[in-house]
């Protein structure tokens, strides 16, 4: 067999994959059961919500257009058969050290937004190539590394913004820093380069008979339908045929020529450096940081929208980032007032959403653990039933 026809075989079994078969609605519930039991949810949620129509849509297409990115960078991992990369914490990391820098240099606007994409890039490389390292020496864990590997970032993280900024960091700024003079404050401000994006580029929709339009940010948006694009390119590369081997079977993908260890490293960069800039867009629309939380749910929040968008553990599509996106972000919106309406309490409505994120990752990651149980068991029993060749010469 060739090089080039090795590189080509994933293509080959994914047409053969994708042949057209009669509907079947029995097997299309099964497959989507997870979206499809969000979406009910939604929809009784904004009913009892209360919420009007224009309201909704608005913060919907917000929270869409701030969260979008970050969820979408999990999809190479996931294609590469790394599971679901928990490790893009380091890259929101990234992000918010590139805004501390642009800030202290007290940039503002497009320029300073542009500036602090540029500075998160190699940064989030770096911590992309620590993570790869870590997860190909935890091969088949690199979940839980990406978990473990999430909170002893955090702690370095804080020792540098508390420590290390003012003190060994020059900080010209002191509205940045505590009133020590040593350490980051817990919000930073960046009002300067708040909307320097989404203002590029704003569509008003005004409904007749409400007060306030639907805001529509179209340069964001744009943003993420290129990053949607340039995934889908990734894909039909040589890189991109080499993560899916590698995803399918890292020993045959091996055996075929392919370097395992480095396909998984650059799979990781990528998600790493894409949740760098997802971190930054996020952070412009907010307008401030919360210097020691921002980035600390960004990955079980992600991992979590992923999930309810019908994606698995081995299995992941730029629909389904974006389908899971709308449906956990139009719960966040609705369950504390449904929860309030429902039962008096609003805190109701908040513990179901803690609930929902926490359990549709746990539920993912117990199918998964079963699914893997399932195939080794059958990978055994065929084994064991094969005929034994005995002789020599």
């Known amino acids: 067999m060739t090089e080039q026809q090795k590189n080509t075989l994933p293509v080959t079994e994914t047409r053969l994959e994708r042949k057209k078969e009669p509907f079947d609605p029995g097997y299309f519930l099964r497959k989507n059961v997870v979206p499809i039991f969000f979406l009910v949810l939604c929809i009784i949620g904004g009913y009892y919500s209360g919420l009007s129509l224009p309201f909704l849509a608005n913060e919907i297409i917000t929270r869409m257009a701030r969260n979008s990115f970050l969820v979408i960078s999990l999809i190479i991992p996931i294609l590469a058969g790394m599971g679901l990369n928990f490790g893009i914490v380091l890259g929101a990391m990234a992000g918010q050290f590139a805004y501390v820098v642009t800030v202290n240099w007290e940039m503002a606007g497009?320029?300073?937004?542009?500036?602090?994409?540029?500075?998160?890039?190699?940064?989030?490389?770096?911590?992309?190539?620590?993570?790869?390292?870590?997860?190909?020496?935890?091969?088949?864990?690199?979940?839980?590394?990406?978990?473990?590997?999430?909170?002893?970032?955090?702690?370095?993280?804080?020792?540098?913004?508390?420590?290390?900024?003012?003190?060994?960091?020059?900080?010209?700024?002191?509205?940045?820093?505590?009133?020590?003079?040593?350490?980051?404050?817990?919000?930073?401000?960046?009002?300067?380069?708040?909307?320097?994006?989404?203002?590029?580029?704003?569509?008003?929709?005004?409904?007749?008979?409400?007060?306030?339009?639907?805001?529509?940010?179209?340069?964001?948006?744009?943003?993420?339908?290129?990053?949607?694009?340039?995934?889908?390119?990734?894909?039909?590369?040589?890189?991109?045929?080499?993560?899916?081997?590698?995803?399918?079977?890292?020993?045959?993908?091996?055996?075929?020529?392919?370097?395992v260890d480095r396909v998984r490293i650059i799979a990781i960069i990528f998600s790493t450096v894409l949740a760098g800039l997802g971190q930054v867009i996020f952070l412009q629309n907010l307008g401030n940081i919360n210097t020691y939380g921002s980035h600390v749910q960004v990955g079980t929040f992600a991992v979590a929208a992923i999930l309810i968008g019908g994606a698995s553990v081995k299995k992941a599509t730029i629909?389904?980032?974006?389908?899971?996106?709308?449906?956990?972000?139009?719960?966040?919106?609705?369950?504390?007032?449904?929860?309030?309406?429902?039962?008096?309490?609003?805190?109701?409505?908040?513990?179901?959403?803690?609930?929902?994120?926490?359990?549709?990752?746990?539920?993912?990651?117990?199918?998964?653990?079963?699914?893997?149980?399932?195939?080794?068991?059958?990978?055994?029993?065929?084994?064991?039933?094969?005929?034994?060749?005995?002789g020599g010469k």
């Open 110 to 259: 497009l320029s300073g937004f542009l500036m602090t994409c540029i500075l998160s890039v190699p940064l989030a490389i770096v911590f992309g190539w620590l993570t790869g390292r870590l997860f190909n020496r935890a091969k088949g864990k690199e979940m839980i590394s990406g978990i473990i590997l999430g909170f002893f970032a955090n702690g370095l993280y804080q020792l540098v913004c508390l420590f290390f900024m003012g003190r060994i960091i020059p900080i010209r700024v002191p509205s940045m820093l505590l009133s020590t003079g040593v350490g980051l404050r817990n919000t930073l401000d960046i009002k300067a380069m708040h909307y320097a994006l989404d203002n590029i580029w704003k569509v008003r929709i005004k409904i007749p008979g409400f007060v306030f339009p639907i805001m529509i940010p179209m340069a964001t948006i744009a943003v993420i339908v290129v990053l949607c694009l340039f995934i889908r390119f990734i894909v039909k590369t040589k890189l991109g045929q080499e993560f899916r081997a590698v995803g399918q079977d890292r020993h045959i993908a091996e055996v075929a020529g392919i370097k």
């Open 319 to 390: 629909s389904q980032a974006l389908l899971g996106t709308l449906l956990f972000h139009t719960l966040f919106i609705v369950s504390p007032l449904a929860g309030k309406n429902l039962v008096g309490d609003a805190m109701i409505g908040e513990y179901f959403r803690v609930f929902v994120t926490y359990g549709v990752i746990g539920i993912a990651l117990a199918l998964h653990a079963w699914q893997s149980l399932q195939q080794r068991k059958t990978v055994t029993v065929e084994a064991a039933s094969e005929p034994v060749s005995g």
